[in-house]
């Protein structure tokens, strides 16, 4: 098992950086890729990024060039960095877990961007 704790949300204005966190505990050693998803109101959960054990990340198109995810694992812990925040990127952000037996999830952490 793999338990997630998420931090870092809260308001910002349109334009403004947050930076998320992302801490693992449990069976960490098994992990390779950890990431984040978002849902926004009435919207279906969607893919923000992710990063493997050795560093490579991946981004969804829409933030491309705002976003950088990175990985402390000395820490156990995944960053998402953002950068010009927007008023959709509002969203509660969910930081996920995956080794071969499955994805665990944190609790999520609401992101609110003010226009």
């Known amino acids: 098992q793999v338990q997630l704790v998420e931090s870092g949300g809260g308001l910002v204005q349109a334009g403004g950086p947050l930076r998320l966190s992302c801490a693992a505990s449990?069976?960490?050693?098994?992990?390779?890729?950890m990431g984040w998803y978002r849902q926004a109101p009435g919207k279906q959960r969607e893919y923000v990024a992710s990063?493997?054990?050795?560093?490579?990340?991946n981004y969804a198109d829409s933030v491309k060039g705002r976003f950088t995810i990175s990985r402390d694992n000395a820490k156990n812990t995944v960053y998402l960095q953002m950068n010009s925040l927007k008023p959709e990127d509002t969203a509660v952000y969910y930081c996920?877990?995956?080794?071969?037996?499955?994805?665990?999830w944190g609790q999520g952490t609401q992101v609110t961007v003010s226009s």
């Open positions: 449990g069976s960490i050693f098994s992990i390779n890729t």
């Open positions: 996920y877990a995956r080794n071969s037996w499955g994805d665990y």
């Open positions: 990063i493997n054990t050795g560093g490579s990340s």
